[in-house]
Antibody, heavy 124, light 111 residues
Framework: QLHLQESGPGLVKPTETLLLTCTVS??????????WVWIRQSPGRGLEWIGN???????TYNRSLRSRVTISIDTSKNHFALRLTSVTAADTAVYYC????????????????WGQGTTVTVSS | DIILTQSPLSLAVSPGEPASISCRPS???????????LDWYLQKPGQPPQLLIY???NRASGVPDRFSGSGSGTFFTLKISRVEPEDVGVYYC?????????FGQGTKLEI
């Protein structure tokens, strides 16, 4: 049974860097055709896709965040991470990690597994 | 970016009655492989979204068959044949055809 668990600071100061991790149990981060995803949700912006990492390190990001975001994988800890620099109040949100199965240009199976989410507040 | 417009934004349905939600993308979600890259999710209070339908019409594992998805291109519909009390929450459509993946604004279902 695949389980995802987000962790990170609940409070970050403006201009600082946010680092969140998603610990994966029940699957390998190098499984073929698995995309590991970050999505966030805020009252003002709704659900917002941040980016995916797949094939052990290939990434795709929302261009609205691309200059500030990095998603990486640490197979030794079986987790993947989100790094968001120069945060502002607009980055206050619940952050979810998730998994989808994507056979690029062939098939796709939806974002079927989600973590419970972690709340991040950006405030001084 | 592809904009997804849901309607209605809220609806109240009596148990046992049907419900329908539409999602209109600003451009076609039909991939050259013949699949429409449109999902439906339900977010219950205090929980993450849960996948109901993927590729417009495929029910996810464990989803009751009272939920069905249809549509192609630029118009999609989620139907609940007989609403149950546990179906309360906010329903979202999401497109995964083109980066950035985007979500609709959500439809709140109340009993």
């Amino acid at each position: 049974q695949l389980h995802l668990q987000e962790s990170g600071p609940g409070l970050v100061k403006p201009t600082e860097t946010l680092l969140l991790t998603c610990t994966v149990s029940g699957a390998s981060l190098t499984s073929p055709n698995h995309d590991w995803v970050w999505i966030r949700q805020s009252p003002g912006r709704g659900l917002e896709w941040i980016g995916n990492i797949y094939n052990g390190g290939t990434t795709t990001y929302n261009r609205s965040l691309r200059s500030r975001v990095t998603i990486s994988i640490d197979t030794s800890k079986n987790h993947f991470a989100l790094r968001l620099t120069s945060v502002t109040a607009a980055d206050t949100a619940v952050y979810y990690c998730a998994r989808t199965i994507m056979l690029r240009s062939i098939n796709y199976y939806g974002v079927a597994v989600w973590g419970q989410g972690t709340t991040v507040t950006v405030s001084s | 970016d592809i904009i997804l417009t849901q309607s209605p934004l809220s609806l109240a349905v009596s148990p046992g009655e049907p419900a329908s939600i539409s999602c209109r993308p600003s451009q076609s979600l039909l991939h050259r492989n013949g699949h429409n890259y449109l999902d439906w999710y339900l977010q219950k209070p205090g929980q993450p979204p849960q996948l109901l339908i993927y590729l417009a019409s495929n029910r996810a594992s464990g989803v009751p068959d009272r939920f069905s998805g249809s549509g192609s291109g630029t118009f999609f519909t989620l139907k609940i044949s007989r609403v149950e009390p546990e179906d309360v929450g906010v329903y979202y459509c999401m497109q995964a055809l083109q980066s950035p993946w985007t979500f609709g604004q959500g439809t709140k279902l109340e009993i």
